[in-house]
């Protein structure tokens, strides 16, 4: 029988598995896989220039793509700057496939150069990571990452590599069936459980049904759109689960939670039937756990047994995939009676809409009006804080249209590498990040990536120069004393009391210039418009487009940490 | 949280893989669950481990404890052992040193008294070897170091299987 190096396995594996793009960054323990990918044509191998911003680019490539995104980085250092990316995609159920280098087996436990315990550092944050110790096991465990990564409630699997197993001769075989005796995900929905739940739902007063990340993992949203549509039952969503229906649909209310819409926030206080699907209830869409849908009984369907029952109380639990379950929900669902309760619901809208005050100076939500203005065929990937609210609130996600962002673990650098692996994945798209200045600069090198790739990402950096979000906090809460949070403090200004500062700390615009990007600054609201306009225009290169903002608009209304979804601030 | 909150045991399988304890334990420590005692050893099967684990925790809690374990990749079977027929056991050595003569007498006695095997004898030190439930090995534990000046303990944790007979634990 032909024998081949596990290098040219793993090469073989990634086509078998239909990979046609991975993220790598080589190394001396990966050096052999390198060159194996050297000698091939089939897959896209992506250079980024920093190991975590490689993770979130094959995260945004899996999330924007429905397929596993892949990994390549090398041991010790390359290793441990995966570990936020991890992080994320597992907290946000996204499928990744991440080959680590390792150094060969008789070096492990020694401290030797580059050497660290990837998969134990990793433990808690992948769905499943192991070390191939030997070469017989190679395609098999390849072959069951992939199924792993994929299956069930997706997440991030790590395969940590010996240099010494990948260099061994062994069976050139990958094998077709996966079987593994503890891992077997559910994929019937239990329709006893279903047809109680959509009795109760039928029976309600004021049902509501609260969407989360689920459905759109599942892609589920056209089918769950039929459902609202046939029952009439008014829809929030998780930040995750926007987009589910159509944000401009009549029964869509808003986001509910710390940042969500006053009458999604209402609905969910007053509804008698919470139906809810794909989300895990996490504190922030929560609030005060006891106060949270006290009127209501509630259906929770996940895939995720682990995830029922845990923060609240469910009444009717349905373990299911999001897709499976609202298909059938589809066959079966009837019109409820729901007009007086919409009444209701129209009325909290007017009592308090969700909006920013109208003001002369350019705010955020100026910029993000031309934004559903001008794109209705795009990804928008959000980075985390004030911006990502802003965004969360006001981008419209019609059918065509696709929200990302770091959702669960808030990762700050994720919204410019996320558009990078969105656009690469899908390049007929208009790919959109929206940042704010901290997060941007927490992986900027990867304009690199972005030129040479010839991405013609939009990239709008919301600049208050501040971090913005904690800065609300301090605001509200801790008397305006702002710490940490002003990123133009230091000695240089403390020593020339502000009045020796450089214009720009950095001169955006300049630096995506460097990197032979184009940057265009924008301060008027009159200036949007057209910058969205040349924006478009540049086809071959990354733009970025900086909005100078005021660093006193906040994020309203908001839910106070530890407070009931009812209490909440509406404005200052 | 506060409702509930008492002893229970859980029986796992789980595949005999570098790590795999690990795992289990990580998941204790990591979400702050209660982790009493855990033993591990190979089953009939070389590739199978099995682990006997008890834990104090509430009902929720431990509904929680299973879900979490049974979404492991490693873990192929929960079994709760709280609630129904277990033949349950943990070794517990015990020595004793600096013993008096009169001392010697007293291990002997307990020795009898609760079933153990005097296993070791030195000129001034007896070793006792228990195997019973783990509640009458923190008795018998309690019990030597108020009777004695020096022991030395070591604990096997328990391990349980289900009966047959569907006799008491």
Known sequence: ?572 | MDNNMKKRWISLYVENQVGVLSKISGLFSGKSYNLDSLTVGTTEDPTVSRMTIATVSDDETFEQIKKQLNRMVEVIKVIDFTDIFVRMKEILYVKVLKCTPEDKVEVFQIAETFKAKVIDYGRDSVLVEFVQTATKNDAVVKLMKEEFRTIEVVRGGSVGIESISMMER
């Open chain 1, 1 to 572: 029988m032909r024998q081949i190096t596990g290098n040219k396995l793993l090469v073989r594996a990634l086509k078998e598995e239909g990979v046609d793009t991975i993220f790598g960054y080589p190394g001396a323990c990966t050096i052999d896989i390198s060159d194996e990918l050297y000698k091939q044509n089939d897959i896209r191998v992506i250079l980024p220039r920093h190991e975590q911003a490689l993770v979130h680019e094959a995260d945004a490539y899996a999330r924007t793509t429905g397929k596993v995104g892949v990994c390549l980085v090398t041991s010790g250092p390359g290793a441990t700057n995966l570990v936020t990316g991890l992080a994320t995609a597992n907290y946000d159920s996204v499928p990744l496939v991440c080959f680590t280098g390792q150094v060969a087996r008789h070096l492990i436990g020694n401290d030797a150069f580059q050497e660290v315990d990837i998969v134990g550092i990793t433990r808690s944050i992948t769905k499943y990571g192991v070390t191939v110790r030997r070469r017989e096991d190679l395609g098999r465990i390849i072959k069951e990452a992939f199924y792993i990564a994929r299956t069930g409630r997706p997440g991030p699997v790590l395969i940590d590599l010996p240099k010494d197993v990948m260099g061994e001769l062994g069976s050139a075989e990958y094998p077709e069936n996966v079987n593994i005796r503890g891992y077997k995900p559910n994929t019937s929905v239990h329709m006893g459980q279903l047809k109680r739940a959509l009795k109760m739902l039928k029976k309600a007063k004021r049902p509501l049904f609260l969407a989360g990340g689920g459905v759109n993992i599942a892609r589920a949203n056209a089918v769950f759109t039929e459902v609202v549509d046939k029952t009439k039952v008014p829809v929030v969503t998780t930040i995750m689960g926007r987009g589910a229906v159509p944000t401009t649909h009549p029964l869509f209310i808003g986001n509910l939670g710390m940042h969500g819409a006053y009458a999604a926030n209402m609905a969910v206080s007053e509804c008698d039937l919470l139906f809810s699907i794909g989300t895990r209830f996490n504190d922030r869409i929560t609030g005060k756990l006891h106060a949270f849908a006290p009127k209501a009984q509630i259906v929770h369907i996940d895939i995720d047994t682990a995830s029922i029952s845990r923060n609240i109380h469910v009444d009717v639990p349905i373990v299911a995939d999001a897709l499976e379950a609202v298909t059938k929900m589809n066959e079966y669902v009837e019109p409820c009676e729901t007009e007086k309760w919409m009444k209701q619901i129209e009325a909290w809208k007017e009592e308090h809409p969700l909006t920013m005050k109208n003001r002369a100076q350019m705010g955020p939500k100026d910029i993000i009006d031309e934004m559903n203005r001008q794109f209705d065929d795009a990804i928008i990937v959000a980075d985390v804080g004030q911006h990502q609210m802003f965004v969360a609130q006001y981008a419209e996600i019609t059918e065509k249209k696709q929200m990302i962002m770091s959702g669960g673990l808030g990762t700050m650098g994720y919204g410019f590498p996320g558009a990078i692996g969105a656009q690469l994945g899908n390049p007929d798209k208009k790919v959109i990040a929206v940042s704010g200045d901290g997060g941007m600069q927490m992986n900027i090198q990867e304009f690199a990536t972005a030129v040479l790739e010839e991405l013609p990402l939009i990239l709008c950096v919301f600049n208050n120069e501040y971090l913005g979000m904690v800065r609300q906090w301090q605001k509200l809460f801790y008397g305006k004393r702002y710490g940490m949070t002003n990123l133009r403090s230091g000695a240089l200004y403390r020593r020339t009391n502000g009045e020796e500062m450089p214009e720009y700390t950095p001169d955006f615009v300049r630096l995506a210039e460097s990197y032979g990007a184009k940057g265009i600054r924008v301060t008027k609201k009159e200036e949007i418009a057209a910058a969205f306009e040349e924006a478009k225009k540049n086809e071959k290169t990354p733009t970025l487009i900086e909005f100078i903002i005021d660093p006193e608009e906040l994020v309203y209304p908001m839910v106070k940490p530890d407070g009931t979804l009812e209490e909440m601030i509406i404005e200052c």
